[in-house]
């Protein structure tokens, strides 16, 4: 879409060969076996440093009907617009989406904008699980609000099917009527290739790497939705596919192959997205993380705007942060609200990599003027709240 494989070619003397899919890796033999798909050609290419960025894979349920017409994913632009394809097509009434995370919300909101009567099932007790259960509950309450009837804790047990076609959602409390379903279940790393050519994995079947995204297996190097990325809150190994951490991976591996020297140092596991009017923003560790890391932390959620009072276009925004007890040190955040919300995050995920304490983020020196914050912006007001918990 971006960039033709001409002008990679013309450009930048890259051979980009589409239609082309490697078969296996040959780490010893530095070669990996290659088809071409449209004339099932198959050779060995050989190589002196290999970057794997297979990306991930949508998760597909082995349930009964899961092969029928009329069940979708969108993993790929091919994909969405088979999606946008059959809407104008066969004008569905009804459609179930199967999985509350971002690409699940942002295809509710894709259906109820084409005037179907859409519903949502998800197997956890909210939507959103990157959020906490009470973050969670406002975007729950806001898919209600555009008319999305959400179905939480419950299982997928299969799709009724007729003719071929799918006409339900069956879950383990009941059946959903559906001319069209969506899948958004969640992604696992694309390293079968890797695995099988014994290149080290790591968090979540991803590839483990290091800090220039060199692999365990000497000149392989891997980036994107297929490698692992350190958490720099928890100091521990993460997986997160996100074309935002994507990218800066790719560029320090592209540099180190290059024969130049890059680091990654690791992500924060910021996300945004939205659904209608409503923006969703997440960073650093959640309540069950630092549950599990048997952290002690204090939280504060504050409800404020996002503009100041008396200016047009002002809305709610909620504003939760998390630290830990004692020493105060940022542990994480999450903003639910209107226009001007999601990308406040921005503000915590730098506080979090530069390692501030709650108090530290009170005395930023953010903008401000009526038409983008109050006088103290929520995040700050969120800090001044939470600092007195510490
Ligand atoms: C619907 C949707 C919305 C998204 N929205 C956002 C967003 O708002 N913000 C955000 O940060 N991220 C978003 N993402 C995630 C983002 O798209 C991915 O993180 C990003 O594309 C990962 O880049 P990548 O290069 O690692 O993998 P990909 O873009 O998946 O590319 C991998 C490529 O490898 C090819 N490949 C795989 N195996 C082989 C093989 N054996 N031989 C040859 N080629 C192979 C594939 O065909 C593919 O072209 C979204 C993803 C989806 C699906």
């Not at 009567?117 to 007790?125: C, F, P, W, Y």
Request: aromatic share 6%.
């Amino acid at each position: 879409m971006i960039r033709s494989p001409e002008k990679f070619r013309e450009k930048q003397n890259i051979d980009v060969r589409t239609g082309h899919e490697v078969l296996e890796i040959d780490t010893a033999g530095q070669r990996v076996r290659v088809r071409r798909l449209e004339t099932a050609e198959e050779w060995w290419e050989g190589f002196d440093q290999l970057l794997i960025a297979t990306g991930a894979m949508p998760f597909r349920p082995d349930v009964p009907g899961a092969t029928a017409r009329g069940i979708y994913g969108v993993h790929s632009l091919q994909s969405g617009a088979i999606v946008r394809q059959v809407l104008d097509e066969t004008k569905p009434k009804r459609g179930v989406i199967v999985g509350g995370g971002y690409i699940g919300l942002e295809m509710a909101e894709a259906l109820v904008r084409q005037g179907i009567e859409v519903a949502l099932v998800d197997r956890n007790t909210q939507v959103m699980g990157t959020l906490d259960p009470d973050m969670g509950a406002l975007v729950s309450a806001a898919l209600a609000k555009i008319g999305v009837a959400v179905h939480l804790d419950e299982e997928l047990q299969g799709f009724e099917v007729a003719d071929g076609t799918v006409r339900g959602v069956m879950t383990d409390k009941r059946t959903l009527p559906a001319d069209i379903v969506i899948l958004g279940m969640g992604v696992r790393p694309n390293t079968g290739l890797a695995q099988l050519a014994g290149i080290p994995l790591g968090e979540k079947g991803s590839v483990r790497v290091n800090d220039r995204m060199q692999t365990g297996s000497d000149g392989i190097w891997a980036a994107g939705d297929c490698a692992e990325s350190f958490h720099l809150v928890s100091r521990r190994p993460f997986y997160v596919a996100l074309g935002t951490v994507a990218n800066k991976q790719g560029r320090v591996a592209g540099i180190n192959l290059g024969g130049e020297h890059a680091t990654f140092p690791g992500v924060v596991g910021t996300a945004v997205t939205k659904v209608c009017e409503l923006e969703v923003a997440r960073t650093g560790l959640q309540e069950k993380e630092l549950a599990q890391l048997g952290l002690a932390y204090v939280t504060v959620t504050i409800k404020s705007q996002t503009r100041a009072g008396y200016y047009p276009g002002v809305g709610p925004i909620t504003v939760k942060l998390l630290a830990e007890k004692g020493s105060g040190r940022l542990l994480g955040g999450q903003i639910v609200g209107t226009e001007g919300s999601a990308k406040r995050i921005d503000i915590v995920a730098v506080a979090l990599h530069a390692g501030f304490s709650v108090a530290q983020l009170i005395d930023l020196d953010l903008g401000y003027a009526p038409p983008f914050s109050p006088v103290w912006d929520p995040v700050h007001i969120a800090a001044r709240e939470l600092v007195k918990l510490v």
